[in-house]
């Protein structure tokens, strides 16, 4: 297979209530830089990059004054560009992926298909309001932003689990090896892509 462009792209989006700068590289080595302004959120990004071996820096300048709802959903919306972005015509790549990723007490599956037509299924039971400075409920519109700007069909489904921490950061961690896996290259595909309509 000859030699890939990188899978690069930097993202940024300004508006009254956000000002957030991302760079995403798909190939990277797991490093990240992140600083939203609310802790728990750069742990779970953090995460994401890490054990999806993704390069991820991201600098946001949120209206928290008010809460968490704008900064997050907006990082979210990038993120989600980003991978659009990066993935270009997503010749050669295997399209899907799955993890179940354990965590202590708790079990998150993810599963992706980089298909071109944006979907949510979220199935998480979180108890708490909120982890740290980061609303619970945001979980699910974090998801929803990236799906729905990346194109993709996501799902993400809880089996066990008791500690809201522990369940956010499992759900992280899976859509960052499901994306992984649906973001590498196949031999087998010859540089096509994995469709019978010939495009995604």
Request: hydrophobic content about 40%; some cysteine; glycine content about 8%.
């Amino acid at each position: 297979m000859a030699e890939k462009a990188a899978r690069i792209a930097k993202c940024t989006r300004t508006t009254n209530e956000t000002d957030i700068t991302l760079e995403f590289n798909i190939d990277g080595k797991g490093q990240s830089k992140i600083d939203t302004g609310i802790g728990f959120f750069d742990h779970m990004l953090t995460s994401f990059a890490k054990h999806g071996f993704f390069d991820l820096n991201v600098t946001v300048k949120g209206d928290l004054y008010v809460d968490c709802h704008h900064t997050i959903e907006d990082v979210g919306i990038v993120l989600g560009k980003a991978i659009k972005e990066a993935l270009g015509d997503k010749k050669a790549i295997k399209r899907f992926g799955n993890f179940f990723l354990p965590m202590d007490e708790t079990l998150v599956m993810c599963a992706i298909d980089l298909s071109g037509r944006p979907y949510l299924v979220y199935d998480l039971n979180l108890r708490t309001e909120r982890v740290g400075y980061f609303d619970t409920q945001m979980v699910k519109e974090f998801f929803y932003a990236v799906s729905y700007a990346a194109e993709m069909n996501l799902n993400i489904k809880q089996f066990s689990g008791e500690n809201d921490h522990h369940i956010i950061e499992a759900a992280f961690k899976a859509f960052a090896k499901a994306l992984d896996e649906a973001t590498t290259y196949d031999r087998r595909l010859n540089g096509k892509v994995l469709s019978t309509k010939g495009t995604l």
